[in-house]
């Protein structure tokens, strides 16, 4: 099982990037999929997560910025990041769930959005 990040780097404030998350090894049209971050020194946040139906939801943090889409032909997922703020700076983590349990996570990949 995999799931493996990419699209992570730094970007000026109010500038766009747009995260990646390949699966393998699993059903992944089965899980509820979504990326939690943490940044240095708080706590784990949850961003954002798709449902097997493809409804999404948000951290309010986020909401109206971010947008979280699945492709289950290509077992990808991927997170649409507009106006950054510095405070998006984090380790962002793709994962996987069934029955409010996370099942799998990625291994991580950094943002830094600078002032």
């Known amino acids: 099982v995999q799931l493996v990040e990419s699209g992570g780097g730094l970007v000026q404030a109010g500038g766009s990037l747009r995260l990646s998350c390949a699966a393998s090894?699993?059903?992944?049209?089965?899980?509820?999929i979504g990326w939690f971050r943490q940044a240095p020194g708080k706590e784990r946040e949850g961003v954002a997560a798709?449902?097997?139906?493809?409804?999404?939801n948000y951290a309010d943090s986020v909401k109206g910025r971010f947008t979280i889409s699945r492709d289950n032909a290509r077992n990808t997922m991927y997170l649409q990041m507009n106006s950054l703020k510095p405070e998006d700076t984090a380790v962002y983590y793709c994962?996987?769930?069934?029955?409010?349990?996370?099942?799998?996570w990625g291994q991580g990949t950094q943002i830094t959005v600078s002032s």
């Open positions: 994962y996987a769930s069934v029955a409010a349990t996370v099942r799998y």
């Open positions: 090894g699993f059903t992944f049209d089965d899980y509820t």
């Open positions: 798709i449902n097997v139906g493809g409804s999404p």
